[in-house]
T-cell receptor, first 111, second 115 residues
Framework: SQQGEEDPQALSIQEGENATMNCSYK?????LQWYRQNSGRGLVHLIL?????REKHSGRLRVTLDTSKKSSSLLITASRAADTASYFC???????????FGGGTRVLVKP | GAVVSQHPSWVICKSGTSVKIECRSL??????MFWYRQFPKQSLMLMAT?????????EQGVEKDKFLINHASLTLSTLTVTSAHPEDSSFYIC???????????FGPGTRLTVT
């Protein structure tokens, strides 16, 4: 089974609204990363949060990490139609730097 | 910086033939590259870790004789799908790790269709 599980699997919002998605994982990690993938394209790295960090911001993105609950959230504020994509969390297990991806959240931002 | 390219971006081949996919790090060296497979509407599944100058490490359930990986230089890894079958049709994505940094850089992917 995958290390990360994401919730919700799909999200549909209006432009301007905020989008929140969650990721849970099972084992100890070094880092947790969030990626975006537009349909049929490669992955774009959004943000990396280390295991000793609790919150990180990058532009309209806010990521939290709760290692006690083994969970992370990604918040996209003031969403835009261009934010329509699939978003994946990926964990870097403490034993190495292999990434294990969550199932992804498909976000649709309607103009 | 930190650009990873893949070639080809898409390929159609007949069942039973072999297909080679290249992954290049354009502006950095990568001792480690990773190969993933992604089926439609699913997540990325790690297939193997490719290490320059040594044998690749395959994930459980991935046939090493079917998916041949060669990491001949610090900027190039190749994945060859041998005797391809329709069930091998998928989106193959590579990533490169510029050693010492835990941020992997991903290629744009290669869509393989086996007819």
């Amino acid at each position: 089974s995958q290390q990360g599980e994401e919730d919700p699997q799909a999200l549909s919002i209006q432009e301007g609204e905020n989008a929140t998605m969650n990721c849970s994982y099972k084992t100890s990690i070094n880092n947790l990363q969030w990626y975006r993938q537009n349909s049929g394209r490669g992955l774009v790295h959004l943000i990396l949060i280390r295991s000793n960090e609790r919150e990180k911001h990058s532009g309209r993105l806010r990521v939290t990490l709760d290692t006690s609950k083994k969970s992370s959230s990604l918040l996209i504020t003031a969403s835009r139609a261009a934010d329509t994509a699939s978003y994946f969390c990926a964990t870097d297990e403490a034993a190495g730097n292999k990434l294990t991806f969550g199932g992804g959240t498909r976000v649709l931002v309607k103009p | 910086g930190a650009v990873v390219s893949q070639h080809p971006s898409w390929v159609i081949c007949k069942s039973g033939t072999s297909v080679k996919i290249e992954c290049r790090s354009l502006d950095f060296q990568a001792t480690t590259m990773f190969w993933y497979r992604q089926f439609p509407k699913q997540s990325l599944m790690l297939m193997a870790t490719s290490n320059e100058g040594s044998k690749a490490t395959y994930e459980q359930g991935v046939e090493k004789d079917k998916f041949l990986i060669n990491h001949a230089s610090l900027t190039l890894s190749t994945l060859t799908v041998t005797s391809a079958h329709p069930e091998d049709s998928s989106f193959y994505i590579c990533s490169a790790d510029p050693s010492g940094i835990y941020e992997q850089y991903f290629g744009p992917g290669t869509r393989l269709t086996v007819t």
